[in-house]
């Protein structure tokens, strides 16, 4: 969607892609899922919801996962398929990249709608608010990948071919105040319209980010404060939910599908967006997001001993692995966010009728299938139940240590293209490390360690009541600095967060990538990072096609594209 378009496709998908029924489709008012009774307004700010969705939940580029986590310190290639590719063979990052000009139209689109709304006159104050969400929420992901962008805080009637870049700073003011009147007007959770609505708290968590970036610092130490402090939040300490009677640890439990919900037990989860699948609402899904098939091993090849079930994950594609500097590098012994419940590195045969002799030879400190006579290799039986074992060709595709936060099993669709689960944006834990991070900025190390400590007390709680080592995991304020931040911020939101967006904010992408070619690189040479220039990757290109449309303005490329 060109900038150039955005008010004709913006009112199109609010007028026709959520709308329900109605007996003429001439009709004036726009009526949702949520009932017909619905307000006009109320139905362009549930659009806002379903054109996030539609954003992140992209599968015509079943990479787009891995444009935000590959070729960082969190992500490595597995079965690429395509889009992602320039996101860590650098040298081939241009201004055509299918996955850059999507996330660019899309911001723009969600602005456009969100400007239809904040304009309206005599609108709802939470109404306005929640628009300003996310007309903040766009120009913040916009302005720290890309730096100077167009700002538009009106929709216009007309298309333009005129836009011109804004300053950092112009943007900034905006989203600034986009925020501190969303905080002010929008409802506290448990009063929003409905759970998976935006409340003042997410306003908080994305002014903290916002402002950290900045250089606001007390302001996003204020800001993240307010949740922390408000009462209406607890970390998971303690078993919950569904799967009691299954195998699994309290941090796991957040991750569950149908577990997830403030409703459901989850005390921890700020904004889990509800993806409305079959439970909800009939044909509920939005595209066919594929968060799960990236995440997942494809461990559906290993067919001697796998079958799909919710236990394994559902069945995964392999696209996006995690970095051997998060697979060998940051945890501690005794993180529970390291347990195989979370990120699974033993797999346990589950097809039933297994009985197979097997060759298995430690590698590198890793048991591994091997060929039988292979020097050093042991024969073990595997039987249903028993681990299984995998080649060392596998760990580019098939098997690997990946996170579960993504997993979930939809028995009526075994081939799973689509996730089922609810999606963890933004949670207490995530406050912590903001507030943590900015009072690093603010050489506050002492307050700074507070805050992980309180991570760290509830990761490592198992470990220290089975060992009675209760300083486990304990940090000093000798430790605080904006590396041991962001390893931390690994560490409990592997897999949730936009981790390109993130080492971004912080102005530390350069420096993340450089540690990871010089020390932690992949061992094939198609899957290492190749290519990066930090005078030019920090940013991402404007999209040839905005340059090409815009031709009564210089809308300037961002240097080296």
Known sequence: MKL??????????????????SDSYLDENMFSSYGTDVEDVNAKVIGLHYKYAALWGMSSRQGFTGCWQDGTDVGAPGDTEGVEVPFFQYGSLNAENGGVSFLWENLYSIINSANIIINTENVDPAAKGEAEFFRAYAYNLLVTLWGPVPLLTESKAVPRTDFTRNAVTEIDAVIAADLNDAIANLPE???????NRINKDCARILAGEAFNRMGKYAEAEAAVSATINSG?????????????????????????????????GNTEGI??????????VTGGTIDSPQQRRNWVAGFHKLTD???????IGGRGNGRLRLSNYVKYGIYEKGDIRNSNHNIRRILYANKAGVNKEIWIKEINGFPYRVDEGTAGATKVTVKTGDRCYWTTADTLNTMYPHTTKWGGYDPTDDFGYAIVKDWPIMRLADAYLLRAEARIQQNNAAGAAEDINVLRDRAFKQYRAETGNASAGKVTAAQMNMDFLLDERIRELVGEENRRYTLCRTGKLAERVKMIMDNWAEGTESKKITGFDASKHVLLPIPLSEIQLNKDADLQQNPGY
């Open 189 to 195: 959770v448990g009063k929003t319209a409905t759970q």
């Open 232 to 264: 209406n939040y607890k970390l998971i300490e303690e078993r919950y939910g569904k799967y009691l009677g299954e195998a699994g640890d309290y941090y796991s439990d957040m991750f569950r599908w149908h577990n997830q919900r403030r409703s459901e």
């Open 271 to 280: 904004w889990v967006f509800q993806m409305e699948y079959s439970r909800d």
């Open 4 to 21: 150039r378009n955005i008010i004709y496709s913006a009112l199109a998908v609010s007028a026709l892609a959520l709308t329900s029924c």
């Open 305 to 311: 001993f796998m079958v799909n079930a919710d236990s």
